[in-house]
Every structure is written in C-alpha cells, then in structure tokens.
C-alpha cells in the first residue's frame, strides 16, 4: 500500500517558523521565502500547493519545486499580516497524486510563521533563539540562571539587555551589560514565588543594540523564558585515598587493626552514613558508621594471610550515604574499593629505577649540560627516606649528586664533547650510583654518552617558588645549559643563576634574584634579566656580566661589583639612575627601573651615589665619596675587604648606618693604617662628624645609626640615639648603647668556637630604673656566655629593647649581675619583659593619617625579647574605640565602618579619631594612644531623588528638565551632566540635551512610540560620577487606519476570494464599511475582518469594484476600491433547438441533415460537428 509524503523542509513537522531578514527595498516583487521539500517512499511525483493560513493571500508557492515566495513584498515597518505583528501564516501541502482507499489524497501539511524582521536588527540566539524558550534551574542556593546573548548583522553594536515583562519579572534581574539573568533573590522549590505558585517563572528579555529602523522604532528582539525550579538533592563523594573508585594502600604489619578513615562530602546538608557495600573480603573488616574509621576486626598477620585469594591483598568495598534515595527508590551514594596490601614487618631495599631499573645502565646526553641525570628510586616501606650517593666507578671524582633529590651533574662544568674529561678521553663516563634507605641500599652502573650539538634550554616556572640553574629546575623542565638559555620563573619567588652563554631569564611575578656569572669559573658571559612585577634584586656575581637588568614594576634593587684596571688614573664615579647604563673595564651594564642599589666600589677614588630608596655603599680602597640620597643606606666601611681610605659619608635623607673599626679587622687581607696600642673612649653622636678609625679618617654627614667595633683593649664605648651595634672585640670594656633598640657583643662574635678572648670581661652598663634580663647560659671550657635580651626601660617609659650576647657581667644603677660560679649558674633577674610597641614611630603616643571611606588604619606591631612570647592584640580605650576593631593575632587596626569626613563620627566631631592599642604578651603590656586623623577625599555625586521616568506624547514636540534635587555630591561639589543612550551611544538625532540646564527637548518622529531608554551622568570636578538611567515614554495617540487600493483577478463564472488592505500604526482592531458593491456580480463582504467573496454575473467578462473603509471606532480611514478583473472562459457548446428523431422507409435509401440552429456557442465560436 502507498504511504502518504512527509515535508522534511524546516525541521519537518506540523509547525516551523523562520526568520527573514528584510534587505529589499521599495519596488520589489516577488520575495523568496524556503523550499518546501518532502520525501515519498515511492518516489512519484509531488505536487506542492497552498491550503490555508490566515495569510495564504500574501503567498504563491511554486508547484513542482516547492519554492514558496511572498507575492508581493512585505515591509518590516507597514505590516499586512491578518494581525498586523510581521508575522504572516501559511499552510502548505505537498501530495503525491495518490488517494488512500476511502478516496481521500495522500497529503502531508506543515504550517509556517514566517517572521519579517528588520535587516540591522539584533537576534536573541541563546537558549535556541526564537521567541520562546523554556529552562530547567536547580534550586540549589545560586541566584545565576541563563547569560541572553544576542548577535547583531552589523559589525561594532553593542547589544544592550533587560528585562521586557512577564508575570515573574520583578523576581529577576539581567545585567545590563553581559546579559547574566539572575533571581535577585534563590529560588526554593518548596516555597515557590512565581505568580501561579508551580515553581515555573515567566520573563520576558529583551536586547537592543541602540539603532532604529526607517519608521524610527528601536531595532530589537524579545524572547519569552519559561524557567522551571526543580528540587535536587546530590550523592555524597568519597574524597579519601585520593578519592575516585579505587584506593590502594600499603600497611605494615605491625598487630595493629587500623587500615584508614574514610572522608565524604555532600553538597547537600545532610548527615553521611559509613559501611561496607562488599568485597572479596568485607567480612574482615569493620567500619564507624558516624567516623568513617575502617579497622580490621582482627590484626592482619603477614605470615598466615587471611584474605580470600592469600595473597595478603584485603579487598573491601566502602560506601557513603546521605539517608536519601532517589527518584526511583535508589540509595543516593558513592562507594570505594579499597586494595590493602600488608607487608611483612622487615625492611626492604630501595630499588634504583633509572633508565628502566637495570644494575648497568647507558645513558646519553647532549654536550653543553651540567646535570648527566636524576637518580630516582622506589622503597615500598611506607616512611623510608631515600639517599644518593656516588659509590664508585672510573670517573666518580667528575660527578657530583644530590643526597635528597637524585640530580647527578658533572662537578667540572658542563659536558664538551670536544674537550672530554672522562679517563679514557672517549666522552663515555663511567660512575655508580647508591639509593640508601640508611639500612638497604641499591646501587646502578651508569655509562653516560656525552654527543655532540647539545641545544639551548627554555624553562617555564611554576606558580610557586623556583630555582633554576646548572642543576636545580622545576618539575619537568629542562636544565640550564652554556648555551643562550631563555627561563621564565612564573609567580612565585624565583632564583636565577645563569651560566655561560648569554641567558634571557624573565622573573615574571613575585620576588625574584637574578644570579650572573659562571659558578665554574668559565668566560664572562652576556644575560638578560627582566624581573617583571614584584621587589626583585640583580645580586651580580664577580664583577657583573649581565648586560641588561630590567627591575619592572616593584622595588628593585641591584648589586655591582665594581672593577677597574691596576693602570686606571682615576676612581669610578656612579650615580644610581631609574635606568642607565654601568662600565667597568670590558663590561657594561644596562638597566632598567631600579630603585636601590649595593656597590662595592674599585680601589681607586670612587664617587658613588645612591637612590632615593635604601643602598648599601661600598667604597673599597682609596679616598672615596659615598652618598646615600634618600632612604635607609649602609655604609660599609669593613668586615672581610675593609674600605681603607680617608673616606666621605653623606648620608641624605632616611635613617642612616655606618660601620666604624678602630682595631685590625680579624680574618681580613688588609691591614689596618693604624694600629692601637690601647683602649680608647668613644661615644657615638648622631648626624655630622669626623672620626679616625683603624682604616682611615671618616667624614660622617647624616649618619643616624652605627656599628662600633672597639680594640683589643679595654674600651669604653657609647652608642647614640640611634639603633646601634657595639662589638667589645677583646678587653675588658664598658659598654652602653645609649637610646634605642642596640646590640650589645661582648666578644668578636665572628668567633668560631665561641671562646671568649682571654680576660674578655665586659660589662653593660645602663642608667635604667627598671630592668627585667632573661637569657640562657653557654659554657664553653672554663667560659661563660650568655645570650639576653634587656628590657630598656626609662622611668617606666618604653625606650626600645636591646639584645645582649657573650656578656659576662650586667651593670644597672643599683647593682652588678654576673656569674655565680659557686652554683654554676648565673644569676638574673627573674621576671617578665613587657613587650613595647614598635609601630608608628613606637612611644606613648602615635598619629596615623587615612582618607575618609578607608577602612584599613594600620598594623600595630610590637617586640618582645622574652623567647616563645606570643602577642595579644587590643583596644584598651580612647574615646572612640568603639568606631575600631583590631586582629589579635597580627595587630591590623581598622574602622568597623568606613569613616565620613562630611559625617565625623569622632566624639569630638572633629575627624581626629582618638583610641588607645595595646600590645600584651599574656602578663605585661605596652599602651600606645593613637589619634587617627581623617581627611577629605572626593566622594563619588550619588542619586539622592531617582528620576524614574519621562513622558512625552506621540507626533508632539517635548521638553523636560532634570529636577535640580535628582543628583547630590557629599563634597557639595559642582556637578556637570551630560546625556546619552542608556548603553553609552550618542543620543538619537531628534533628542537634545542642555547640559547647563539638564533639559531635553525634541520631537518624536512621526508616528514612534515606545520607551526610549537614556542616561544622565552628574561628574564632580575631580571626575568622579554616577548615572542615572530612566525611559523617555513616548505615548501613544490614536491615528487613523489608511486603506488601500488592491486588485484581483479571477476567471468568468468564477468566485474571488480575499480580504482588504488597511494598516493601522496603532495596530489596533479595525472595522470595515461597504461604501458601494460592485455593479456586474454579487458581494459577501465581512465587516469585521475585511474578508469578501466576489461572484461575478453568470457569462460576465471585464472588470468590477467595490469601496470600502475602515474603522479603528473612532476614527474612519480614506475611502479605498477593490477592483476586480474577470477574464473569459471557454463556454461549453449547447443544444439550442433539440432535434428530436429522424424518418427512414425501411430498404429504401435516406437522407436527412441536422438543422443549423441546433447548436449556439456562448462564446460564438465555430462549432464542429462529428
């Protein structure tokens, strides 16, 4: 039997709709609309035709090729659709000639939405497209639903989005920008806020990208979502042994019953139950239904394994779950197979399993590198640590290993195939390897290959903290060669060494060190560093060799080992720049954004300044200037290669430090230019001075701090106001720090074994009142030292807290403590020392300045001498304390609330915020009052009167001005305004703003309305500003439908069949009027729907009309005429005189003709007879 066809065009179906973009112009004709396409199993021919739609007037469809058309153009902006909304409806049918056995014919039909959009108009493409579009959203606590997004046919719109309707939309809110829809506030599906209560909510979106076709009507699209909340409860997870499906672990057998615990999460709130779900061997295992604690219920026994296949592998099968089942009855859970292997309790060797765990192994390299390999190895004993070792082998003395890490490198430089070190000169080298558990041990020969034409590295960092080098590299990456290697360190905190060759090492983020020069002594080489974002430091190497060091954003600091040759006239002269360029002898330095500098000058006359940050100045041998500018600068004047000269020290702005020597320098090269015989007295002052020291005089000039090295006799030394460090060296000294936070060293603390020099006896002597000492003895021989800290305290008033190391005696105002030698111990004041705050300058009372809307103020921070002190952090009053809160544990002090300098919150109402921090170590503590000044800053204008709408009236000139209380500024600064579309684009050409005024006037153009949607920003002088968007509402008023002349044409004596063209820009319900009926046929014409059926006179041929008018019940269109052609049909011939018989006499001949009159042809044709 014939099957019936099937329209497979458009999706096939009952139903399709299709979008077509209007890009034709006035004058157009026909309009393509799709290829109606259909299968048939019996592939006859198929004959496509029109049967209905409310539109089917306004299509033609051609019937062999199913190519259906419009029959006239259609206009996006004068829609003739029966319900004038751009959508026109057509029923098509497809038939393959056939009829079933009741006689009806095998069709198939589809009915089409044909939508005419604009050409430039956006279309909503997520969720399907279309107009409608229905979601399902888990109600799991998010509030994100969908992200709209829209594409636009012209290149560069901005698509803008919101919120159209829909009987839930004050539930949502869609970003104006990206498009993300929202519920403002998460759904619960068992509490449902939509309008009808069945947890499905309706929005509709829409998207503009801010043009407007010809008839001025934004270009947009809408999309109608059906969103439904579902409840949803989730499985917990096994997280433990790694999670997934499978765990294995190993297990000593040791009598214990402990195997793990098992952990499992569960995104829902619920309680998860432990147990076992099987395995071979589940009954040998117990489990905490609450802990998740897994034990064996007897102790495994290595020797007489019990588990099912004896093989000493327990197999069991865990399981979590959340007390719920599923839809279908289901437990909601997650289960795990765990794998325990128990082994025996003895200890086993490691094993090597480098290049594939064979006891000789070759290997081969490419020359150029350092490292040959990297020994790994394998140890089943849970806990073992493994070391390396070299064990032997012809050429062992040319390799070095890492104990912890495997790596094997060469201890004489990188491989050169053409220079080869290995005994037999041949590049094979041979070495053994050892693994060590520190019991057991493996060992591997290794034959290493060096070949020729080794390559450059690249390295890339990880996120973490990297060294890379010759023979350290993070996981995976290659190791530095003495070719142009390039390494990129990546976030952390990286350390670059390069090696010969010129190396490009890029610090990326973080703190990073850049290394130069060849750790094996080889040839100078050129690198490049670049130290990206972070505090980075070029620390140099002998000399320098880098010719670029970019420092990048941060604080960067460079260190220069400064170089001239012994025939040199003149010292060096180096003045620290952001950027700038360094020679010395054959090597020069370039570099970028640096912002401190170390210099270990030359041995001639040297002038070195620094920067404005804090340098460490080296001058050397010879007459030297050294100037520390701004920041807190070191002057380096001895300790290893001492700065012999007569030397100037300026120190600039910040607070300063120089090292001062008055005795030979212990362990140094240099002799001193003057030696003493004697003690000497010397007491430090702050700021300007000239001193001769063992190395030479020293003008001092803004020096704040000092270290003070005395002789090796008995010395009185005294330090300043300042932070200082005074060394006793040797002799029986007097030491004082004077003000501040010191270091007291009563022997040269350089000393090895810690022995004191012989009659070193040094006594620190203070003028304190109040004192508390703790420490700890040393013994040493027949010696004592002690390490302390001292309370440096003034009539109760915190002074700073000095350290004291090998000192023998202590000397206060009231008395001299010292070494008990009866009870071999020492004697010291028991007791505790109170912390003091170091913060903000230290001392009673401190003042911190913020902006106002700030809530960070500052971190207290405090120190505390006592060993193991923790500090405790808190407001103990102030009048305003109540407005601050405090970390105990880091000290960080902040507004509750931001504080309003328009709105001093102070008591005083003055912006001086007055409180008081203390710093506790759990007994003793240190106050500090503090008052927080609170000063101005530019606040951002904010709306204070929202200004939701604007109205004007359609085809009416407008005008509306801004309220003058709709913006307000809490600096009461001057604002301006300015207008434009609510996306930011220019505002339409018929919309002017007075921005003096805050006025728009314009005039909609004709027949527009709708919401047009703006923005006013208000800006302060500072460029601070907020917006304010509202719709200009552009009200409807009613217009008269228009009627339009149309035309048919139908066959003589056939019926003609139609409706009239009206359009209404209100797009209202219209009416129709028969004006005058046709004069040659007859007329059934509906009033309510224009639809009409013209019957022409029975024979009649030419043309008829009828006029009409529509009526939208207030007002009437124009007159319009229907005009109808009929055009002629062939008429069938008729009998107009019936011949009724005719005579013959029976054997006789006859003869008889048909009269002429017999037959007439309406349309008087020639008649032929037969």
């Known amino acids: 039997m014939p099957n019936p066809p099937i329209i497979t065009s458009n999706g096939g179906g009952d139903a399709a709709s299709l979008d077509l973009a209007q890009t034709w112009t006035a004058g157009a004709t026909a309009i393509p609309v799709t290829i109606v396409t259909a299968s048939d199993p019996e592939q006859t021919a198929l004959a496509f035709t029109i049967v209905g739609g409310a539109d089917a007037s306004r299509f033609a469809i051609d019937e062999i090729t199913g190519e259906l058309s419009f029959a006239a153009a259609p206009f996006h902006t004068s829609p003739t659709d029966s319900d004038f909304d751009n959508i026109y409806e057509v029923v098509v049918q497809v038939w393959d000639g056939t009829t079933d056995a009741s006689g009806n014919p095998r069709v198939d039909l589809q009915t089409l939405r044909v939508k005419i959009t604009d050409g430039h108009a956006p279309a909503i493409i997520s969720n399907g497209g279309g107009e409608s579009a229905s979601l399902q959203f888990v109600a799991n606590g998010s509030a994100v639903v969908t992200t709209v997004v829209g594409i636009d046919p012209d290149p560069g719109q901005v698509i803008n989005h919101w919120i159209y309707g829909g009987a839930d939309a004050s539930l949502f809110t869609l970003d104006y920008t990206t498009g993300a829809l929202r519920f403002i506030t998460p759904p619960d599906y068992f509490n449902p806020a939509d309008a009808d209560g069945d947890n499905v909510y309706e929005v509709i979106v829409q998207i503009w990208d801010g043009t407007y076709d010809a008839n001025v009507q934004p270009r947009y699209d809408r999309q109608a979502l059906r969103i439904t909340v579902e409840d949803v409860l989730h499985a917990p997870t096994i997280t433990s042994n790694g999670a997934g499906d499978v765990a294995a672990l190993q297990l000593i057998d040791s009598g214990s019953t402990a195997v793990t615990t098992v952990t499992a999460t569960d995104l829902d709130p619920d309680t998860i139950e432990y147990g076992i779900a099987g395995g071979l061997d589940a009954g040998l295992f117990a489990i905490d239904s609450a802990t998740g604690v897994l034990t064996f219920i007897s102790a495994p026994d290595f020797a007489n394994p019990a588990d099912s296949n004896s093989d000493n592998l327990y197999e069991v099968q865990v399981q979590a779950w959340d007390g719920t089942t599923d839809g279908n009855g289901n437990l909601r859970t997650d289960l795990q197979t765990i794998r325990v292997s128990v082994l025996d309790n003895v200890n086993h060797a490691p094993t090597i399993v480098t290049g594939g765990g064979n006891a000789t192994v070759t290997l081969e390299i490419d020359e150029f590198r350092y490292v040959a390999t990297v020994v790994a190895a394998s140890d089943i004993d849970p806990g073992d640590t493994i070391v390396y070792s070299i064990a032997g082998g012809t050429d062992a003395g040319l390799f070095a290993i890492n104990a912890a890490t495997g790596v094997l490198s060469f201890n004489f430089g990188a491989a050169d195939y053409n220079f080869p070190q290995d005994s037999n000169h041949d590049n094979v080298y041979q070495v053994s390897v050892t693994a060590s558990d520190g019991t057991l041990s493996d060992s591997q020969a290794l034959s290493i290959r060096v070949n020729p034409g080794g390559q450059a590295a690249s390295i890339q960092g990880t996120a973490g903290d990297d060294t890379i080098s010759?023979?350290?590299?993070?996981?995976?990456?290659?190791?530095?060669?003495?070719?142009?290697?390039?390494?990129?360190?990546?976030?952390?905190?990286d350390t670059f060494h390069s090696t010969p060759g010129s190396d490009t090492f890029y610090g990326d983020g973080g703190n990073d060190t850049f290394f130069d020069g060849d750790p094996f002594g080889g040839p100078a080489d050129h690198d490049a560093f670049y130290g990206g974002d972070g505090n980075d430091t070029y620390a140099g190497g002998s000399f320098f060799f880098a010719n670029m060091f970019d420092g990048g954003p941060g604080f960067d600091t460079m260190a220069l080992r400064l170089w001239l040759p012994p025939t040199s006239l003149t010292g060096f002269t180096f003045v620290l720049q952001p950027s700038g360029t360094v020679t010395a002898g054959i090597d020069s330095l370039t570099y970028l954004n640096v912002e401190a500098v170390e210099v270990d000058a030359t041995d001639f006359d040297d002038t070195i300044t620094g920067g404005d940050f804090a340098d460490r100045l080296f001058g050397g041998r010879g007459n030297d200037v050294l100037v520390g500018l701004g920041g807190d600068d070191r002057f380096v004047s001895g300790f290893g290669t001492p700065d012999v000269g007569n030397d100037a020290y300026h120190g600039g702005l910040g607070t300063d430090y120089v090292e001062l020597y008055f005795d030979q320098n212990q362990g140094s090269s240099v002799q001193a230019l003057q030696t003493p015989s004697s003690g000497i007295t010397f007491a430090f002052t702050p700021g300007d001075s000239e001193i001769d020291t063992a190395y030479g005089h020293k003008s001092l000039f803004g020096i704040e701090h000092a270290l003070i090295w005395g002789t090796r006799f008995a010395d009185t030394l005294t330090g300043g106001s300042g932070d200082d460090t005074i060394i006793a060296y040797s002799g029986a000294d007097e030491l004082a720090g004077g003000g501040g936070n010191d270091r007291i060293v009563g022997d040269d603390y350089r000393s090895t074994s810690g022995i004191l020099f012989s009659g070193s006896v040094a006594n620190y002597s203070g003028n304190h009142t109040d004192y508390s000492v703790s420490g700890v003895a040393y013994e040493f021989g027949t010696q004592r030292l002690v390490e302390a800290t001292l309370s440096d305290l003034r009539s109760g008033s915190p002074d700073g807290t000095d350290s004291l190391r090998h000192i023998e005696l202590f000397r206060f105002a009231d008395g001299l403590f010292s070494y008990n030698v009866?009870?071999?111990?020492?004697?010291?004041?028991?007791?505790?020392?109170?912390?003091?705050?170091?913060?903000?300058?230290?001392?009673?009372?401190?003042?911190?300045?913020?902006?106002?809307?700030?809530?960070?103020?500052?971190?207290?921070?405090?120190?505390?001498?006592?060993?193991?002190?923790?500090?405790?952090?808190?407001?103990?009053?102030?009048?305003?304390?109540?407005?601050?809160?405090i970390d105990a544990a880091t000290g960080a002090l902040s507004f509750i609330a931001p504080p309003d300098f328009e709105v001093p919150g102070d008591a005083s109402a003055d912006n001086v915020y007055d409180i008081v921090v203390r710093a506790s170590d759990g007994t003793l503590f240190d106050d500090q009052e503090m008052a927080i000044s609170v000063t101005n800053a530019n606040d951002a204008p904010v709306v204070a009167v929202p200004f939701t709408e604007a109205l004007a009236t359609e085809d009416t000139a407008f005008s509306f001005t801004i309220p003058a209380g709709t913006f307000s500024d809490p600096d009461d600064a001057t604002l301006s305004l300015s207008a434009t579309s609510m996306g930011g684009g220019a505002l339409p050409v018929w919309i002017s703003f007075d921005a003096a005024t805050g006025t728009f006037t314009g005039t909609p153009p004709q027949d527009f309305t709708g919401d047009i949607p703006l923005r006013v920003t208000a800006t302060d002088a500072g460029g601070l500003?907020?917006?304010?968007?509202?719709?200009?509402?552009?009200?409807?008023?009613?217009?008269?439908?228009?009627?339009?002349?149309?035309?048919?044409?139908?066959?003589?004596?056939?019926?003609?069949?139609?409706?009239?063209?009206?359009?209404?820009?209100?797009?209202?319900?219209r009416t129709f009027a028969l004006l005058a009926g046709p004069a040659h046929g007859t007329l059934t014409f509906s009033t309510a729907t224009g639809a009409y059926s013209y019957t022409p006179n029975a024979d009649y041929t030419g043309t008829d009309s009828f006029t009409f008018r529509a009526s939208d019940g207030q007002l009437d269109s124009n007159p319009a005429t229907v005009a109808f052609t009929i055009t002629p049909a062939n008429d069938a011939p008729v009998v107009a005189v019936p011949f009724t018989e005719a005579l013959a006499t029976e054997d006789t001949a006859f003869s008889f003709t048909i009269p002429a009159g017999t037959f007439s042809d309406p349309d008087d044709a020639t008649l032929s007879l037969s």
Do not use: H, K
């Open 822 to 885: 009866a009870t071999s111990q020492w004697v010291l004041v028991s007791g505790n020392t109170p912390p003091a705050i170091t913060s903000n300058g230290g001392g009673d009372t401190a003042s911190v300045s913020i902006p106002e809307n700030t809530s960070t103020v500052t971190t207290v921070t405090a120190n505390d001498p006592d060993p193991g002190a923790t500090m405790a952090y808190s407001i103990s009053g102030g009048d305003d304390a109540s407005l601050f809160s």
């Open 1025 to 1069: 500003s907020v917006a304010l968007n509202f719709p200009l509402r552009i009200v409807p008023v009613n217009d008269a439908p228009v009627a339009f002349d149309s035309a048919a044409t139908g066959g003589e004596d056939t019926v003609i069949a139609g409706s009239v063209v009206t359009s209404d820009v209100d797009n209202g319900n």
């Open 470 to 493: 010759s023979v350290d590299t993070p996981a995976g990456q290659p190791y530095l060669t003495t070719r142009d290697d390039t390494a990129n360190g990546g976030a952390g905190n």
